[in-house]
């Protein structure tokens, strides 16, 4: 039984849900979301509160019915409050900054590196070393910052590279600082 698939959701001020065609549009100030439903999983609007509950009692169904539920919350979160990503560059002269609807950045290769924004998606750079990419969709949020961040990764040694605001990365040992113990050849 899904305890995740039972909890209604209740619908914000400002906010309209409708069920159309096994689609639910959500739409709010922030933006407009739409969730693809399951065939198994049936969703209903009474007033401020969407329900969400399975039409067969099969393996498949359960499975599916938390989420469905989770997806269906997501896009009501995100019309609302939205969603965020913060990422962090570091590394000496590695930078970014926003021209127009494309991300420019300068991450110590021979090239910069420009990235179209994708429509919903707002990015917004700080100090040239500090980006927020902010949107209604946390799914296309995700992707677009795991996207970005897969240009550089954070490496190990020096930390250089481009991480999450809040992301530890696990520094190790150069090899010069360990054959300074006094292990080297004479």
């Not at 067969?56 to 359960?62: D, H, Y």
């Not at 019309?79 to 420019?104: C, S």
């Not at 946390?138 to 190990?156: S, W, Y």
Request: charged share 30%.
């Amino acid at each position: 039984m899904s305890r995740v698939g039972l909890k209604p959701i209740e619908i914000p001020d400002k906010v309209r849900a409708v069920v159309n065609d096994n689609v639910l549009k959500v739409e709010g100030p922030l933006g407009k979301n739409e969730v693809t439903l399951h065939p198994f999983i049936g969703v209903t609007t009474e007033g401020k509160i969407i329900k969400v509950a399975r039409n067969k009692e099969t393996r498949a169904a359960r499975e599916v019915h938390g989420l469905m539920r989770a997806l269906i919350q997501n896009a009501v979160s995100g019309v609302t409050k939205g969603f965020e990503k913060r990422l962090d560059i570091e590394g000496v002269g590695y930078r970014a900054e926003v021209k127009g609807p494309i991300l420019n950045m300068s991450l110590g290769f021979s090239h910069s590196i420009e990235m179209p924004i994708p429509p919903g998606i707002k990015v917004v750079v700080e100090k040239l070393t500090k980006m927020i990419i902010t949107g209604c969709d946390k799914r296309l949020v995700g992707q677009f910052a795991a996207e970005v961040r897969g240009f550089k990764p954070p490496e190990p040694y020096k930390g250089k590279g481009i991480r999450y605001e809040g992301e530890h990365i696990e520094r190790k040992v150069g090899k010069a600082a360990a054959t300074a113990g006094g292990g080297g050849a004479k």
